[in-house]
């Protein structure tokens, strides 16, 4: 069964300072990955996704995410973190196998992001 | 084009009543997912339709049911509200499965 897991629950950075927020899964077939963000009391926003090609995905707001096969990863990271990226970030993950049937989305715990002015 | 809409966007409701939501996707959409979202369980997957079909279910009780329509609109109901059914419900639409699905705000029940 596909799975994700973001190890962090918060992650705390200084504005201007380089930020990561990490995510690792697991799927029977090749997967299709989305970052997505939260806001307080509002929707999911989707920031970026890959599916296939080119590693290093670049996204909405700055944001950017590297696929690696090998390590099982799709970290999302920015150059430079802004107070108002201050949100819950959730990873997902879809697996294509076709032996693994109709499998939804799944997404990973979230972590929350706080940058400090 | 506008975004997923969801209504209501609050709901109070005592246990034991049922509830029904509603999900209109982007215009053009025809796959409609459900989540469940609470701070303690993080987001959890209900349903999946494409063409008034589901495609999945998650792990939740019979008591949570769903639907879409023709026209891609879709519902959730939940009969014999309990505590814990407390949450923010969150539907998202995308153009088919493996497309990118786009969230509406949520509809934030409380159960009394």
């Known amino acids: 069964a596909q799975s994700v897991a973001q190890p962090e629950d918060q992650v705390n950075v200084a504005e201007g300072n380089p930020l990561t927020v990490k995510c690792t899964y697991s799927?029977?077939?090749?997967?299709?990955l989305f970052w997505y963000v939260q806001y307080p009391n509002r929707g999911l926003q989707f920031l970026l996704k890959?599916?296939?090609?080119?590693?290093l995905v670049k996204g909405s707001y700055g944001f950017e995410a590297e696929f690696n096969k090998s390590q099982t990863s799709f970290h999302l990271k920015k150059p430079s973190a802004l107070v108002s990226d201050s949100a819950l970030y959730f990873c997902?993950?879809?697996?294509?196998?076709?032996?693994?049937?109709?499998?939804?989305?799944?997404f990973g715990k979230g972590t929350r992001l706080s940058v400090i002015a | 084009k506008a975004g997923v809409t969801q209504t209501p966007r609050y709901l109070i409701k005592t246990r034991g009543q049922q509830v029904t939501l509603s999900c209109s996707p982007i215009s053009g959409h025809r796959s409609v997912s459900w989540y469940q979202q609470t701070p303690g369980q993080g987001l959890q997957f209900l349903f999946e339709?494409?063409?008034?079909?589901?495609?999945n279910k998650g792990n939740f009780p019979g008591r949570f049911s769903g639907r879409q329509f023709s026209n891609s609109r879709s519902e959730m109901n939940v009969s014999t509200l309990e505590l814990g059914d407390s949450a923010l419900y969150l539907c998202?639409?995308?153009?088919?499965?493996?497309?990118?699905?786009?969230f509406g705000p949520g509809t934030r029940l409380l159960v009394l």
């Open positions: 799927v029977s077939g090749n997967p299709y």
């Open positions: 339709y494409f063409s008034e079909t589901q495609r």
């Open positions: 998202a639409s995308s153009l088919s499965r493996e497309e990118t699905q786009y």
């Open positions: 997902a993950v879809r697996d294509t196998s076709p032996f693994s049937g109709n499998t939804p989305l799944v």
């Open positions: 890959y599916i296939t090609g080119d590693n």
